[in-house]
């Protein structure tokens, strides 16, 4: 009688528990994706701001703000997969010409196991794309003629 008593309290604690645990692993998840995205966003106005005023290629913002001590290397890599956030290759003459749609930054979808992964669109907002829509996106950048080559925001020995 004993046992089928504890058994009737250990059960429901044990599933309460594992409810637990998976609210605070999604949760985490959910923070890591949202600190992503605030760091792309931050990189993004950071290197269109330099990059206009001093006249200098996008692609080589992130390495003299770095070199200067004004942005951590580290803050260009993805919080999830410490791996770097990405930057698709837009010279300094068409930063002014880019459209909402055209991608800044992007991140693999390996980053965050496959279930997604943040894009830094044109008009300066970033997000969390499923699969299919960052597929999309993607596809569409690339015919739209907005695609170059990405480049490893910390590859130059940062």
């Known amino acids: 009688m004993k046992f089928r008593r504890s058994l009737l309290i250990l059960i429901p604690l044990g599933v309460a528990v594992l409810t637990l645990a998976f609210v605070v692993k999604r949760n ?6 949202l600190l992503c995205g605030i760091r792309m966003k931050s990189l993004g106005t950071a290197v269109k ?8 290629e996008p692609n080589e913002v992130v390495q003299i703000l770095i070199d200067h001590g004004d942005w951590k290397a580290e803050d260009s890599l993805c919080p999830t997969s410490g791996q770097p956030i990405l930057l698709a290759a837009i ?8 459209s909402p749609r055209d991608v800044i930054a992007y991140e693999p979808l390996s980053y965050h196991d496959g279930k997604g992964a943040n894009i830094l669109y044109g ?26 080559a990405a480049e490893d925001l910390t590859s130059n020995g940062s």
């Not at 701001?49 to 200098?56: K, L, M, Q, R, T």
């Not at 010279?91 to 880019?98: E, F, K, Q, T, W």
């Not at 299919?132 to 695609?147: N, Q």
């Open 91 to 98: 010279s300094a003459a068409r930063l002014a010409d880019v």
């Open 28 to 33: 985490l998840e959910m923070r890591e994706r």
């Open 49 to 56: 701001i330099y990059a206009e005023d001093n006249h200098v």
């Open 123 to 148: 008009d300066g907002h970033a997000s969390f794309e499923s699969p299919d829509a960052y597929r999309e996106v993607i596809a569409y950048s690339k015919s739209a003629g907005s695609w170059g």
